[in-house]
């Protein structure tokens, strides 16, 4: 599938027939110009200046695309080349600290995609298999590229290295801690991706480990990397989990959920989680409730995603389990981030033979624009460890 076509999946309202226009004579200044140029110097962040955070107008249509479209048109106005940055995660950083995107008014089209978002349920079993097609499908090399050995697509655990491959797999041993995970145990992996976890927990702590994924790839894959182990991946939607399980984890997956359904989400797991177990659920989680994600997000890259946060998390599971811990690893997601843009990079020659500019730009500006939201720390990542019953102890909680 080449480049154009991959975007035209994605719902693309960029024109093909846009070509970047560069103005060496400076026009009078418009009105969207001025706007834009005055939103971007309250963030510190000058157009075209001299900073690495400044931004680079190469095409003038980039100032009315914005005002129009917002964050949408922010985002595939960089993927058309209308502009430029040096550091855009810095860039990212300023704008949303300052509060840039509440300022400019969403386009109709993004108000109709938010009313949809109430009135459908956008994460329904039917669904649930367009960001695995969309995203997750475009292909393990793909993915292999941009991420550590065992294919860990989440926050890293940087606590004492600078090392993707290290940091993933303190994550995965600080999950199997919080579990309290023992040889024989059985485990659940809800949106257990490529395996990676659940091959980890089955080397390393003698666990019996069902994994369920709905993408096809990442089954294909977790079966050949888990081959030999007591392992079971299974093409199966989060409705659809039936067993017993001494310990249940989900890294990731919330955020495919949807608010509309967090309560059948809760609802699944205590159902198979024996009485006293454990419940570990690592998900994005964002400072204020919202419909749907951001425009630009949610259109290129997780499609019918809807960030929780940490209170709706908390709410979904009254009834259904005892919170024992929560842990905040939001900023360690600004080195996780910055590792994969610079694998992603390291093959970028790659991707845009086969993919294309515009994808290559878009992949980009995806990683290096979540960064920056992580530092400006409008994003978090926490580790709810929820518990069937109430525990009598704090052990094994606090291992942090």
């Not at 480049?3 to 400076?26: C, N, Y």
């Not at 690495?52 to 964050?71: A, E, H, S, Y």
């Not at 990731?252 to 959920?257: A, K």
């Amino acid at each position: 599938m080449n480049g154009k076509s991959m975007l035209a999946e994605r719902g693309s309202s960029i024109d093909a027939r846009e070509v970047t226009v560069v103005h060496p004579v400076r026009r009078r200044v418009g009105r969207a110009e001025r706007i834009v140029t005055e939103l971007f110097a309250e963030a510190d962040i000058e157009v075209n200046g001299m900073r690495p955070c400044d931004i680079q107008v190469r095409d003038d249509r980039f100032f009315r695309r914005v005002l129009k479209d917002g964050t949408l048109g922010f985002g595939e106005s960089y993927m058309l080349g209308w502009w430029d940055c040096d550091d855009l995660e810095e860039l990212c950083c300023r704008a949303i600290r300052s509060g840039i995107e509440q300022r400019v008014r969403p386009a109709i089209g993004t108000m109709i995609e938010i009313v949809f978002g109430m009135v459908l349920n956008l994460q329904s079993k039917s669904r649930s298999k367009v960001v695995a097609k969309r995203h997750y499908d475009l292909g393990n090399d793909f993915f292999g590229a941009m991420l550590d050995p065992a294919m860990q697509y989440s926050c890293a655990y940087f606590h004492g290295t600078t090392d993707l491959a290290t940091a993933q797999e303190l994550k995965m041993e600080l999950i199997c801690k919080k579990l309290g995970l023992q040889p024989g145990m059985r485990l659940l992996d809800i949106g257990c991706g490529w395996g990676g976890l659940a091959r980890f927990a089955a080397e390393n702590h003698g666990c019996e480990v069902v994994g369920i994924t709905i993408s096809e790839q990442q089954k294909a894959y977790a079966d050949r990397y888990c081959e030999g182990l007591p392992v079971d991946i299974r093409l199966k939607d989060f409705r659809d989990i039936d067993g017993e399980f001494d310990a249940i984890c989900s890294v990731g997956m919330l955020e495919h959920v949807g608010s509309r359904n967090y309560d059948t989400y809760m609802d699944a797991a205590s159902g198979c989680l024996r009485d006293g177990g454990l419940f570990l659920c690592h998900t994005i989680t964002a400072n204020e409730a919202r419909r749907g994600t951001d425009p630009w997000i949610s259109r290129y890259i997780f499609m019918n995603s809807e960030l929780p946060t940490a209170a709706q998390v908390l709410q979904a599971a009254e009834g259904y389990f005892v919170n024992e811990d929560m842990h905040n690893l939001g900023p360690y997601y600004v080195p996780t981030l910055r590792a994969w843009e610079a694998g992603f990079m390291r093959s970028r020659d790659d991707f845009r033979i086969e993919y294309g500019e515009q994808f290559v730009r878009m992949w980009r500006f995806y990683l290096l624009s979540c960064s920056g939201a992580f530092r400006a720390r409008s994003l978090q990542v926490i580790q709810f460890l929820f518990s069937r019953g109430g525990l009598e102890t704090p052990e094994p909680v606090r291992i942090c």
